[in-house]
């Protein structure tokens, strides 16, 4: 026998539940609802709002150049630290992002959040706040360079070919980094630090909001509103106390799986 009637018409038993509690509603769109979609999305567009084709090519193409230095960086370190050459060939690190970038929620000008992932024997006080940084300094495209060490969440932030960059370190560990790794999965926070388990979070919650919302690319125009609308009344900063951009983009993808 089926349950009471959504407003869909399907069983409330059938209904799939996207967070820790079944929608509200599923109802499907008005044809109000969707021409009021189009005069957002025509609005956010004239304000401004999305980057162009050229910049977002750009960030990809620096994320790929940066990728390629801290995998040079982690092989530099393990032969200077005289391991076997197989353990030198498969030595390695992944670039991570996050943030409003890898939400795909960025504007023209946003900086991209990154976190690099590295093996348990390169350390984040020496090999990436010295020998890194040191590597970054020589290089012509790295302006801007400045090392946080002490931060709540310890960052390097830097402009690489004038795309500003925070980049975070993670020592996981594993002696070799996998290129596909899973830092979704828990067993990348065993016994490691509570700065590790912070640089971390970014990308694990980044992955998991992605992964829950019902539709992506509403959850992305309503981020994106709500961050605009937010900012023009200064409402957007957890520095000053209010709701930054993690804030902003949990509570807009609760609102996504009450309302699928």
Request: aromatic share 8%; charged share 25%.
């Amino acid at each position: 026998m089926l349950g009471p009637e959504t407003p869909n018409g399907s069983s409330k038993q059938n209904v799939k539940k996207y967070g820790i509690t079944k929608p509200i509603s599923v109802a499907e769109p008005t044809d109000a609802d969707s021409q009021r979609n189009l005069e957002l999305e025509k609005f956010l567009v004239a304000s401004g709002l999305y980057a162009s084709e050229e910049e977002d090519a750009k960030r990809k193409e620096v994320i790929g150049q940066l990728d390629q230095i801290v995998k040079a960086w982690v092989k530099h370190l393990t032969h200077q630290r005289c391991y076997t050459d197989q353990m030198l060939e498969d030595a390695n690190a992944v670039i991570f992002t996050f943030g409003s970038y890898r939400l795909g929620a960025h504007g023209p000008g946003a900086d991209v959040d990154a976190l690099c992932v590295g093996p348990s024997y390169v350390n984040r006080e020496e090999d990436f706040f010295i020998v890194l940084h040191d590597i970054l300094a020589e290089r012509e495209e790295v302006t801007e360079l400045q090392p946080i060490p002490d931060a709540h969440v310890p960052v390097m932030k830097f402009k690489f070919q004038g795309i500003s960059i925070d980049l975070l370190y993670a020592s996981i560990s594993l002696l070799v980094v996998p290129e596909d790794i899973d830092i979704s999965d828990m067993s990348v926070l065993y016994n490691v630090d509570e700065q590790t388990v912070r640089s971390l979070n970014g990308c694990r919650v980044a992955d998991q909001i992605l992964k829950h919302v019902p539709n992506v690319e509403h959850f992305r125009t309503t981020l994106r509103c709500l961050k605009f609308w937010a900012k023009r009344r200064g409402v957007y900063s957890n520095v000053t106390g209010y709701l930054g951009g993690v804030n902003w983009a949990l509570l807009v993808a609760r609102v996504c799986t009450m309302f699928p």
